[in-house]
């Protein structure tokens, strides 16, 4: 049980990682897990696309043309670090997963129920692997809402939703992060 716990309560979002390799075996014990998670009727709502190198690539204009985008709206600092680390965030992360749900156009509390089992299958495999001394980072950023990436990963944008990537791979460093104590965010009703 205190395994259990420790892994709850220490999981933390790690956005540097090392050049260490995932091997394969570490992330088919994670996809188990998510596989694992509940669902209601049935409906395993959840699907990973692995991105290869290939794939990687081809995101790459995209990636480039919202970060110019990007650095036009907020004209912020020094055009080519902005592309370039838009760019590293694609190419150099260890493991990057298209995560998507189900959708069900005729029917919204389906949706929304696939949408909350998709998240609980999305955290069991960021808790597998960080029981495993592999960290992550969920990203929701414009490239993975971009049709470009729907049509690049053959995903049919009627069927499927990409609700983010997962950037895989070993901690360079882990953040802090604030939270709220249990007494802040529980009430027991008489
Ligand atoms: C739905 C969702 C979307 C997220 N999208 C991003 C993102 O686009 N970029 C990012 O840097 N972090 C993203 N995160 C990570 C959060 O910023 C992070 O979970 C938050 O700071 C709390 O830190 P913790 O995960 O270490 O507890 C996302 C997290 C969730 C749950």
Partial sequence: MAAVQDTL???????????????RSELEMA?????NAPCHKQTHPW???VLGKQTR?????????????????DSEGEHGASIDRAVSKIIDVPV??????????????????DYAATVCSLHNLVLSLWDRGI?????????????????ILEIDEKMERVVGFLKI??????????????????????
């Fill in 135 to 151: 960290g992550s980072q969920w990203s929701t950023g414009s490239i993975t809402r971009h049709s470009s990436t729907y049509s």
């Fill in 31 to 35: 996809f188990e897990a998510a596989s």
């Fill in 9 to 23: 309560n220490n999981r933390r979002t790690v956005y540097r990682f090392t050049n260490k390799v995932v091997e």
């Fill in 57 to 73: 690539l081809k995101l790459l204009p995209t990636v480039i043309s919202l970060a110019e985008e990007k650095i036009i709206k």
């Fill in 47 to 49: 699907n990973y696309y």
């Fill in 96 to 113: 990057l997963i298209a995560v998507t749900t189900k959708l069900s156009p005729a029917d919204s509390f389906r949706e929304e129920e």
């Fill in 169 to 190: 791979g070993y901690p360079e460093s882990i953040p802090d992060k604030e939270k709220k104590s249990p007494s802040e965010i529980r009430k027991y009703l008489p």
